[in-house]
């Protein structure tokens, strides 16, 4: 079946260090794959997405690139700021046609000053 | 645009009585989708309508939960009757098809329900 895998938190930095938030997927045919935010008392918010292999998404800072090889789509940003303190959704779309997401379990992540 | 709206926000019920959660989606947007979210299930798909019809509730967990879509401005999920462990944030969102591909998840900010 579709699934999606990401790792375990939560993920603790100080500011200014590197984030990778890793997450694979199992899917038939050729999913799109996305992450949303989710911040303290919010609904998910789409950071970026990917819709197909080698693209790589990115948005305020945050990137991740399409890896069919290794079905994976790891989030990375170079630099977090305590605003980033937030929990991270990993998630695919099989089909365009029904717009049905999976998504990961969430990574939560608590940056420090 | 005013984005997805649900109500109410929080909700604290007692054990077996009836729950209703609304959501308004995004004018225009032909897919609504029920999700909920709890500490041990994650996020949940419960139900998803296209242009207001169910097109899968295989998500829905048992008879005490349903869901309707009377117009394409409004959306319920009712849960009849409560059981504790139902608390959990139910989360209402919307998308659109364009150029044939369905476009990105609008999320609500959630409605917390906690039955006691």
């Known amino acids: 079946g579709n699934s999606v895998t990401q790792m375990e938190g939560p993920v603790t930095l100080s500011e200014e260090a590197f984030l990778t938030i890793n997450c694979t997927y199992t899917a038939t045919g050729y999913p799109s794959l996305f992450w949303y935010v989710q911040y303290p008392g919010e609904g998910l918010q789409l950071l970026l997405k990917?819709?197909?292999?080698?693209d790589k998404g990115s948005n305020k800072g945050f990137e991740a690139t399409y890896r069919k090889e290794t079905t994976s789509f790891h989030l990375e940003k170079g630099s977090v700021q305590v605003s980033d303190s937030a929990v991270y959704f990993c998630?695919?779309?099989?089909?365009?046609?029904?717009?049905?997401?999976?998504f990961g379990q969430g990574t939560t992540l608590q940056v420090k000053p | 645009d005013a984005g997805v709206i649900q109500s109410p926000r929080h909700e604290v019920t007692e054990m077996g009585q009836e729950v209703t959660l609304r959501c308004k989606p995004i004018?225009?947007?032909?897919?609504l989708f029920w999700y909920r979210q709890t500490m041990m299930r994650g996020l949940e798909l419960l139900i998803y309508f296209n242009n207001n019809v169910p097109i899968d509730d295989s998500g829905m967990p048992e008879d005490r939960f349903s869901a309707k879509m009377p117009n394409a401005s409004f959306s319920t999920l009712k849960i009849q009757p409560s059981e504790p462990r139902d608390s959990a944030v139910y989360f209402c969102?919307?998308?659109?098809?364009?150029?044939?591909?369905?476009?990105?998840?609008?999320f609500g900010p959630g409605t917390r329900l906690t039955v006691l």
């Open positions: 969102a919307s998308s659109r098809k364009t150029s044939g591909k369905t476009d990105t998840q609008y």
């Open positions: 998630a695919l779309r099989v089909s365009s046609n029904t717009g049905k997401l999976i």
């Open positions: 004018s225009g947007h032909d897919y």
């Open positions: 990917a819709t197909k292999a080698d």
